[in-house]
């Protein structure tokens, strides 16, 4: 490799990302001269996007909507990405191996928070995410996932990954009766408000609640929930980027990096700034 090592984040709309912050920040702390950029860049683009990168280019982030191309543009998977069909970490080079952050970053921000074993969670939503968040709850230890969608016939795409996964996965309307569980994972569009006589009840027994919308702070649905009990999804972009960091500088999510636990202070500081 020559010339100055690059790195970007790709997807459409990107201009609301934060993740150049978070990864320079890491990046000078390591003591690393690499570059790490945003790129407007949709499904129809992505092809010919990767296909221009020359050897200067280290590796990728994905968001939205890249995950599923970038999947499928892969050569090799790790085992998140296999289980949820969406890659958002690129490692380049002569094999282009595929990574799923999404999910590692979910389990940490449980674990910073606290959350360390699950049994029984509800996810409200079927989206992207959920399927980050199906896999990211069993890898806690949960035995029964609950969903509650707009289109529950949206959750059946995810039954193979319950079932591989050993997980009892069920499906109710957004208004039943609510049980209580350990966990809430919402992982609905940001912006959305639930009417009050169908969220009240989910606050009510819905543990603790991971809100996967992070922007505008708080959600309608955290400004509901006991606030002690309440992760943003700001802490699952920034512990998904300290994997997708461990990755570009070691090839592998499970290597931490140097004094992590001072460069993650430094990268939640430098998300602060303007």
Known sequence: MTGRTRLAVWGDPIGHSRSPQLHLAAYRRLGLDWTY??????????????????????????????????????????????LTGAVNTLLLGETLRGFNTDVGGIVDAFTHAGVTAVRSARILG????????LVALSDLGVDAVEFRARRPEAVDRLRPTAETLGVRLTTVDFSAPAADVDVTVATLPSGTVLEAAVATPLAAVGGTLFEAAYAPWPSALAALWPSANVISGFEMLLFQAVRQIRIFRHGDQQRELPDEAVTVDIMRSASMED
């Open 37 to 82: 950029d945003r790129r407007r860049v949709g499904t129809a683009d992505f092809a010919d996007a990767l296909a221009s990168l020359d050897d200067t280019w280290r590796g990728l982030s994905l968001t939205m909507p890249l995950k599923e191309v970038a999947y499928a543009a892969a050569d090799e998977l790790d085992r998140h990405a296999s």
């Open 126 to 133: 079927a989206g992207a995410t959920a399927a980050s968040a």
